[in-house]
């Protein structure tokens, strides 16, 4: 039997940032990996297939608090000519063989774009609801 979960995150005033649904349905458990706040999958190990948990962290417990440091600026000259840099672009920059930065484009001229690297999630109070299933390899 392998587990799945349903998963559900919302900003404090409600509004959904992500779920499993618009994924097609629950990820298994592999797949959730490091996505989620070590508070969170604490709380998906206590789970038993059926049950269901609501929790709601604060910033600094789930993606910490905003880095304005990791706003920055690249020249364009520097990246792909083919890249899309509109605002709200998404892609990763390799530092290095094991890092990578998720970053997106908040501004961009002719010569330079301005990139922000923090997690989207960052500086934000979320709330997880989480339901968690078991299935057969078969399913």
Known sequence: MKKYLHYT?????????DSSDAWGGPLSFD????????????S???????????????AEEAYGMRDEELV???ERAKLPEDMALDAGSIFNITLDEDEDLLCVVIDSDEETVTLDANHPLAGHVVSFQLRLEERSDSN
């Open 9 to 17: 995150i919302r900003f404090e005033d409600g509004e959904v940032f």
């Open 72 to 74: 920055f600026s690249v």
């Open 44 to 58: 998906i190990a206590t789970l038993q297939p059926g049950e269901e948990t609501s929790l709601t962290l604060q």
């Open 31 to 42: 797949e959730v990996g490091e996505a989620f706040p070590d508070q969170i999958l604490d």
